[in-house]
């Protein structure tokens, strides 16, 4: 069973970080690729940022180039968001879902991935 979950929300003031991890089970990173989203009260389902081991490659929404950082440990089935000088409109619940690249799609569409986790509450106070 493919499963997600996310860890390591809470809150923090304006300028602090964070690191998401989120550990998947039930299958290998080097079959997927693994996207971040957000979602705000009342807002849609945003990608954040998205890594992909099979093409070494990583993608992040404008907003967040240059303080988010994607990772991940393939060892460990594992992978992470470091968010660094965050602001309040990174207040969000963020989620982390998997693309089993088999068929085509852009990162940052919801509906390219098949497997989602439970999400994690991210709040930045002003």
């Known amino acids: 069973e493919v499963q997600l979950v996310e860890s390591g929300g809470g809150l923090v003031q304006a300028g602090g970080s964070l690191r998401l991890s989120c550990v998947a089970s039930g299958f290998t990173l080097d079959d997927y690729a693994i996207g971040w989203f957000r979602q705000a009260p009342g807002k849609e389902r945003e990608g954040v940022s998205c890594i992909s081991t099979s093409d070494d490659s990583e993608h992040y929404t404008e907003s967040v180039e240059g303080r988010f950082t994607i990772s991940s440990d393939n060892a460990k089935n594992t992978v992470y968001l470091q968010m660094n000088s965050l602001k309040p409109e990174d207040t969000a619940v963020y989620y982390c879902?998997?693309?089993?690249?088999?068929?085509?799609?852009?990162?940052?569409?919801?509906?390219?991935?098949?497997?989602w986790g439970q999400g994690t509450q991210v709040t930045v106070s002003s």
């Open positions: 879902a998997a693309d089993p690249l088999t068929k085509p799609g852009n990162w940052w569409d919801p509906e390219t991935y098949d497997h």
